[in-house]
């Protein structure tokens, strides 16, 4: 029986309507890619410079959940080790060119190129996650509550986007 206690709570989580966790880190996928594409089109210095950061932000927050909530969650589920140990593999590739791209500006020497190879790299992880049988394919088929998970990496993604 529903107790008002238990109604408020439900309808306290749907207000929240946090998407699920596979439909949350999609999201954040198609938005950097996004701006990959934009940083691709423009010749202004100073828009790539506005993309960039907002691509490295938006990557560092994307790694952080999944490494502290996601990827620990698929483990725990069953899902093979292995993908989430090559997944974590390219989390720290991508960082040190995250790093580099935030130390330095527009027009320095290697900066354009170290955008478009991190894109590179973003692609080739995402198609990972993304594809047949990929880890997020596998997720869905564990045993895993992607509702609880998503509504996780919500509140952890709001709280780190607020402290960049
Ligand atoms: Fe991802
Ligand atoms: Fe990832």
């Known amino acids: ?5 238990t109604q408020s709570r439900k309808s306290a989580r749907k207000t929240e309507a946090a998407p699920d966790a596979i439909t ?6 198609r938005e950097v890619e996004g701006w990959f594409d934009e940083f691709e089109e423009t010749n202004s210095g100073a828009k790539k410079g506005k993309l960039a950061r907002q ?11 999944e490494e502290e909530i996601f990827y620990p969650a ?4 069953g899902v093979e080790d292995d993908m989430m140990d090559e997944a974590d593999v390219e989390h720290d590739g991508a960082k040190k060119l995250i ?3 935030e130390a330095g500006k527009p027009g320095d020497d290697h ?11 973003i692609k080739h992880h995402v198609k990972e996650e993304e594809q047949r049988d990929g ?4 997720a869905k088929k564990a045993d895993l509550d992607l509702e609880e998970l998503g509504a996780q990496l ?5 709280e780190l986007m607020a402290r960049m």
Request: proline share 2%; charged share 30%.
């Open 1 to 5: 029986m529903a107790t008002p206690q």
């Open 24 to 29: 949350l880190l999609k999201n954040d996928h």
């Open 55 to 65: 691509i490295c932000i938006a990557l560092k927050v994307h790694t952080q959940i």
């Open 74 to 77: 698929c483990r725990a589920a």
């Open 99 to 101: 790093d580099e791209i």
């Open 111 to 121: 900066w354009d190129a170290r955008v478009k190879v991190l894109s590179e790299m």
């Open 135 to 138: 880890m997020f394919a596998k």
């Open 154 to 158: 919500q509140a952890r993604k709001e």
